[in-house]
């Protein structure tokens, strides 16, 4: 069976024909990934436009839903496990409190600080796009068997890790 043929392979002999002098292996991995992480992009807008969320909705809350009970983090963890800046993450809170999905309380072991809870609300809207969203990614894998999925995640933690780490983008 031959192998299948996608955008990328007229992509790579396009080039190949204009700039043979080019070693063109890098594009056939990475144009693929940004193909895919398109397809990701709106298999996960889909999934919490579901459930009346955005994307970065998704994000907060879900944080706040990994942690456990009872499902609570200082803003700074927030800004850690989402990766915006401190302005971006008040504005979040703020609008995620103002839909009921959040609540901000004092932190008792800091008389400064705040933690942000996770509503009843924000959890079941949290769990229900959760769901979803593993239906649209389980569709975007639905090409590859068992083990070459297990195969891709370990190349893709491969090459995250060095990122995660703090390396060069």
């Given amino acids: 069976m031959p192998e299948p043929h996608d955008e990328v392979d007229e992509l790579i002999a396009g080039w190949h024909a204009e700039r043979p002098d080019l070693d063109l292996e890098p594009m056939q991995v990475l144009s693929r990934v940004s193909r895919l992480a398109r397809h990701l992009d709106r298999a996960r807008r889909a999934a919490f436009a579901a459930h009346g969320l955005e994307p970065w909705e998704f994000d907060v809350l879900s944080a706040l839903r990994r942690t456990g009970p009872p499902y609570q983090l200082s803003p700074g963890a927030l800004l850690r496990a989402t990766l915006v800046t401190s302005g971006t993450m008040t504005n979040r809170i703020d609008r995620l409190a103002a839909a009921g999905l959040v609540v901000r309380a004092p932190d008792p ?16 809207a949290a769990d229900a796009a959760l769901a979803d969203l593993i239906a649209h990614e389980r569709d975007l894998l639905a090409g590859l068997g068992p083990a070459q999925r297990a195969e891709l995640a370990g190349l893709l933690r491969v090459l995250l890790t060095r990122f995660d780490r703090g390396g060069r983008a």
Avoid at 109 to 124: A, H, K, N, Q, S
């Fill in 109 to 124: 072991g800091d008389g400064r600080g705040v933690l942000v809870t996770l509503t009843e609300r924000g959890r079941r």
